[in-house]
């Protein structure tokens, strides 16, 4: 099956400070989401991205899909955007079933 | 809007008792609907999903069984549970085509003792 591989594993950042988060997958996709884990362990959505660019707010993300990986960029951190990410894929010609990566625990300390 | 809802959100079970977590979705119809697990570590694991009522696939062989008795309704069950059955259950929809975004229930966390 289609293999989801993120990075960094973990990562702590100061407030303020700005970061990028990689997810590449090994098939072609013609889905593709990046979602937020909350400490409750809602998963939030935040980008439905196959392909391009996306921007909110702080947050934006760049798939390119022919080389088979996304970026997600989180600018000034705020200790409320502590958490896991998930990159989540889906492969070309399948329905949804999403496959996820193992996340990026991300730590905004004050 | 679209909103879906499972329950309960927390549930402690004895090894060999029964489960039932239901999850339904409002706001459309004919929607994709599919139940996550997510142990011990971070990853998601896709156990069931369903295009239609009374269509469940399986993705992973074990003793959980889903149902869709309706449109909108999707239940995850189990006759005896296992230890191993613990973890953070997600209830999840879609629209019924390719390519759309999927959204997650609250979650379910489930302690088997």
């Known amino acids: 099956g289609i293999q989801v591989e993120q990075s960094p594993p973990d990562l702590i950042l100061q407030e303020g400070a700005n970061s990028t988060l990689r997810c590449n997958f090994s098939?072609?996709?013609?889905?593709l989401q990046w979602f937020h884990q909350n400490p409750w362990g809602q998963l939030i959505n935040l980008f439905y991205i196959p392909s391009g660019t996306k921007q909110n707010g702080r947050l934006s993300a760049t798939t390119v899909a022919t080389e088979r990986y996304s970026l997600l960029y989180i600018s000034s951190s705020q200790t409320t955007d502590s958490g896991v990410y998930f990159c989540a894929v889906a492969r070309q010609g399948g329905s949804e079933k999403l496959v996820f990566g193992k996340g990026t625990k991300l730590t905004v300390n004050p | 809007s679209q909103t879906i809802h499972q329950w309960p959100a927390t549930l402690v079970q004895p090894v060999g008792s029964p489960l039932s977590l239901e999850c339904t979705v409002e706001?459309?119809?004919?929607?994709?609907l599919y139940w996550y697990r997510q142990a011990a570590g971070r990853g998601l694991q896709l156990l069931f999903y369903?295009?239609?009522?009374?269509?469940i696939s399986s993705e992973v062989p074990q003793n959980l069984s889903a149902s869709r008795p309706q449109d909108r309704q999707f239940i995850l069950s189990s006759k005896k549970l296992l230890l191993s059955d613990s973890g953070f259950y997600l209830c999840?929809?879609?629209?019924?085509?390719?390519?759309?975004?999927?959204?997650f229930g609250e979650g379910s966390w489930l302690t088997v003792v």
């Open positions: 369903s295009v239609g009522i009374g269509q």
């Open positions: 706001g459309t119809s004919n929607p994709n």
């Open positions: 999840a929809w879609s629209y019924y085509s390719s390519g759309n975004t999927i959204y």
């Open positions: 098939d072609s996709v013609n889905n």
